[in-house]
Every structure is written in C-alpha cells, then in structure tokens.
C-alpha cells in the first residue's frame, strides 16, 4: 500500500490515515478475542483498562514475548507499510474506552521507535494533537492553546503519527459520550463517510489497537522497583 494518498496534508508532518483498514469481519474477531482474554491479562486504569502484547516496555529492555497468530495478522499487515525504520512491530497495546472515556494528553515517548498506529474497533472517537508548554507551577507538560490537529478516528481505520506529530505534540482524548463534527477536523477529506459539520456521533465501546516497535529488548529478566 502506498501511504502518499494517506496522509493528512492539513496537519503537522508526520499525519497518515487510511479508512476500511481492517474488515468487518475482521474488527468483529478483533473484539471478541480481546473481549475473551484472561482476567490476569487485563491492567485497570482509573479511566479505562488495558492488554499488552508482545512484553512490557521498560527503560532497562523489553523482556520480548510472542505475540499471538490473532494479532500477527495486524502487525504484519502494518509492518508491509514499512513505518519502523526496516523493523517489524514487535508490541501491542490494547486499549478499551467505554463512552465517557479518554485519556490525557501525553507523549508516547523514547521506549518506542518514533511511530505509532493505531486500529479503532467498535466506536469512531475523535484523537485531539496540542503543543506543549512548561507549566509555570511545575516542571511538567500540560496542554497549551494551541490545537494543531483533530482527527476522526472511524471505526476499522489505520492512523499513523510519525516526525513532529510523534516527538513533538501531545495526544489527547476527551471524555465525553458523544462528539460533535466541527468541520475543521483535518482528515474530514480522507475520511471513509460523509460527515455534516455539527453532526453528533455517539460513542459506544471501541477497542484501539496500538501497534508500535520497541527497539531495546532483552532476554535477561529485568528487576522492577526496588
């Protein structure tokens, strides 16, 4: 596949995002697999909960586990992209949002290769990119003024941050039931549907798969904590 026709060329670079990724089929047996995994399998978040394949990252190495046949498909079908510097995705993150849901703004961060991509099951949702700045009251990033990006997310999509977009701006969620279409959305053109702007798409539960390379793993046991 050739990502030229995919990116959003009204955000920051890197912004790529392709509709119809997987299929409907596809989505379904995503969610039922994620939906029957062990209890022990799952981390609960005080605003949602989470899987992870393929290990746990952690600054001293991942101690890399086999990621299963039902989720090599995905990465492989994302690894052909060529997004990880001649590398294969060796990690997934499962995240579930139930309406109401998000996450804060955050950087992915230096334990992965500058790329994520994302699969939306389930729920559209709508991913918001800010610029950073220093906090006068603490050392810490917290969401400026500025808005850079706001991307809708439709359900069996492929999104990819890459360059500034990865390194440089924040990520963000709202928590909220339901989003209104603005119109300024800037992948409203790439987009699989047809949206009128001030639409109201209401949440259900969506499933995201974030795919991305961890380029540190090891086979030693890592001493956590203390």
């Not at 969610?31 to 399998?41: D, G, H, T």
């Not at 952690?58 to 690894?79: N, Q, S």
């Not at 992965?112 to 800010?130: A, D, K």
């Not at 997310?153 to 990520?171: A, F, G, I």
Request: hydrophobic residues 35%.
């Amino acid at each position: 596949m050739n990502l030229k026709g995919h990116r959003v060329v009204k955000a920051p670079p890197s912004v790529y995002y392709i509709p119809e990724f997987i299929t409907l089929e596809e989505e379904e047996r995503i969610i039922e697999r994620v939906n029957s995994a062990p209890k022990p399998k799952w981390t609960q978040l005080s605003h949602r909960r989470l899987q992870n394949w393929g290990g746990i990252p952690h600054p001293k190495g991942m101690i890399a586990e086999k990621i299963p046949e039902w989720l090599l498909v995905f990465t492989e079908k994302i690894g052909k992209l060529g997004l990880f510097g001649g590398k294969q995705p060796n990690h997934v993150l499962v995240n579930e949002y139930m309406p109401g849901q998000g996450i804060m703004p955050h950087l992915d961060g230096p334990l992965f290769y500058p790329t994520v991509t994302t699969i939306s099951c389930g729920s559209h949702t709508i991913l918001n990119c800010y610029c950073p700045h220093q906090s006068d009251e603490a050392d810490t990033q917290s969401v400026g003024d500025l808005k850079v990006a706001s991307l809708l997310l439709e359900r069996r999509s492929l999104v990819v941050l890459q360059d500034d977009m990865y390194t440089e701006y924040l990520h963000t969620i709202a928590e909220v039931h339901c989003d209104t279409v603005s119109g300024a959305e800037e992948n409203l053109d790439l987009c699989g549907g047809q949206y009128a702007t001030g639409a109201e798409l209401q949440r259900t539960t969506r499933i995201s798969l974030t795919v991305r390379h961890v380029p540190h793993t090891t086979k030693v046991c890592i001493k956590l904590g203390r």
